[in-house]
């Protein structure tokens, strides 16, 4: 029989998340950091409007491009917490998750050759999209002595006259990585020589946690809007990943292409999310904060256990992981995750899930409760104690 696979989805592997996620759901007594999903409940007001309209029978479709109500509460969120101004008619649209909006971004603005630029290490879905929307991936090795930020040396070495898109994937998954002003500042003027477009993905804008300042987006810099598709959703910063919903707010050329792939492929989000989303942003912001500073107390403890143990790790300042070194061991990303697992029942990712250059680093989240840091962070204590008993 004829092989009925396409040879691209062939040449996609398997998200490296997931293997030891799996791993340790079979495994009693087991604790995983290793999956970013907030250790919140969504807060109580939203799920509650979520089961009203329920209640209410507003189980219909919505336009495709969601709620009018959600895309303007949206436009002022953004503008409000982040100076970016949009048309909710036209330059926004809500989608199952910030993934869907990654995926149809890059189908809408690829031809096959275009070469798209994508720092690593960094979340896992950049890659297999690019590939599945027929485009080139081209990997910018992020490197730890600039905590994992991107340089205009390393975004100007990388270019080339097939370069279409960058790839801004920051706050950080995996590394916790943030861009300041003058960083995206450096980075627009190569955008802006070269012509490049810019797919930021901003999820974890609401998780940082530099003193006395805030995120900010590219999209609001001179000459980059009109560049830039902005990626962002409800499932870090409100704890809402099973509610699956997404935006991408960006230049309405780009976004009408999106709606057309989001009709054919999805037709729209889910209703009930989006009444949900609508009630957070209203009134959620008070759980944002409490989030956040929770966030930020179990970032520092993590910080702190691994100054105490002698593990290497740079100070992140956004979303919810850690990016500690084990080069010292003599062993693979893979193989130290492994054995971790095994001795001391401690799930976390290898650093090489997010990129080759993630070799040598292991994912830490610590978006789990501060008793569950505490028992793991013991067990990682003990085992890094063994290792470096073994090598003397």
Avoid at 73 to 89: C, N, P, S, T
Avoid at 288 to 302: F, Q, S
Wanted: charged share 25%; net charge negative.
């Amino acid at each position: 029989m004829r092989n009925p696979l396409s040879q691209t989805i062939e040449t996609v592997p398997f998200s490296g998340i997931r293997k030891f996620f799996d791993i340790v759901s079979e495994m009693k007594d087991a604790i995983s950091l290793g999956v970013g999903e907030p250790d919140f409940d969504t807060p109580w007001h939203i799920r509650d409007e979520g089961i009203y309209t329920l209640e209410k029978g507003r189980t219909f479709y919505t336009s495709n491009s969601g709620l009018k109500e959600l895309r303007i509460q949206i436009a002022e969120y953004l503008k409000r917490r982040f100076g970016l101004e949009y048309d909710y008619q036209h330059e926004t649209l809500i989608t199952v998750g910030g993934s869907e909006a990654i995926d149809i971004a890059m189908r809408a603005m690829l031809d096959p050759g275009d070469e798209v630029l994508i720092p690593q290490p960094s979340y896992v879905s950049y890659e297999p999209c690019c590939v599945l929307a027929n485009g080139t991936p081209v990997i910018i090795e992020l490197k730890a002595e600039n905590e994992f930020r991107l340089t205009r040396e390393e975004l100007e070495a990388a270019i080339t006259p097939k370069t279409k898109l960058l790839v801004l994937p920051f706050p950080n998954n995996p590394t916790g990585a943030v861009m300041e002003r003058e960083d995206l500042e450096a980075v627009a003027e190569v955008v802006i020589k070269h012509d490049l477009f810019v797919l930021s993905d901003e999820i974890y804008a609401e998780l940082t946690y530099l003193e006395g300042k805030q995120h900010v987006s590219i999209a609001s810099l001179p000459g980059m809007k009109e560049r830039t598709v902005v990626i962002n959703g409800f499932s870090k910063s409100h704890a809402m990943t099973g509610w699956r919903l997404g935006y991408a707010c960006g230049p309405r050329v780009i976004l009408e292409q999106m709606l057309k792939i989001h009709q054919y492929a999805i037709m729209c989000a889910p209703t009930n999310s989006q009444y949900a989303a609508v009630e957070a942003l209203k009134n959620g912001d008070a759980d944002v904060e409490r989030m956040r500073n929770e966030y930020d107390g179990r970032r520092r403890y993590l910080l702190h256990m691994f100054e105490k143990m002698g593990l290497s790790c740079f100070e992140p300042f956004g979303a919810f992981y850690v990016f500690p070194c084990i080069k010292e061991f003599g062993m693979t990303s893979e193989e130290f995750a492994t054995e971790l697992l095994r001795e001391e029942k401690v799930a976390v990712v290898p650093g090489t899930a997010f990129g080759a250059c993630g070799e040598g680093f292991i994912r830490i989240s610590y978006a789990y409760s501060l008793d569950a840091l505490r028992l793991a962070l013991e067990r990682v204590d003990h085992f890094v104690t063994r290792l470096r008993m073994r090598e003397q």
